[in-house]
């Protein structure tokens, strides 16, 4: 089983950029494939980004596209996602998650995200 625990959410303007972190402990960093949702009240947990368990590939919505980078750091076991542009739409919980499947891709599917974090709120003021 996996670990997961997010960080750097907060307050921010219109426009303005965070970026987020997900610390992952208890198994092989690179053995997962670590996916980024986000859940807004009233609405069901949506995909954001995935990193493939290689580091090779990464997805993102079509909603983040060019404005949300997914990023690790393999000494540090941990990924990012740096919010670029961001939008009073884009206010959720925001939540990592590790596949241990091996897809070339990365998933965008909740369901085949076994081990999630916490959480961490991002809010975005118009």
């Known amino acids: 089983q996996v670990q997961l625990v997010e960080s750097g959410g907060g307050l921010v303007q219109a426009g303005g950029s965070l970026r987020l972190s997900c610390a992952v402990s208890g198994s092989t960093f690179s053995t997962y494939g670590i996916g980024w949702f986000r859940q807004a009240p009233g609405k069901e947990r949506e995909f954001v980004a995935v990193?493939?368990?290689?580091?090779?590939?990464?997805r993102y919505a079509d909603s983040v596209k060019d404005r949300f980078v997914i990023s690790r750091d393999s000494a540090k076991n941990t990924v990012y996602l740096q919010m670029n542009s961001l939008k009073p739409e884009d206010t959720a919980v925001y939540y990592c998650a590790a596949d241990t499947i091996r897809r070339y891709l990365g998933s965008s599917r909740v369901d085949e995200y076994g081990d999630w974090g916490q959480g961490t709120q991002v809010t975005v003021s118009s």
């Open positions: 990193l493939s368990w290689s580091g090779h590939s990464t």
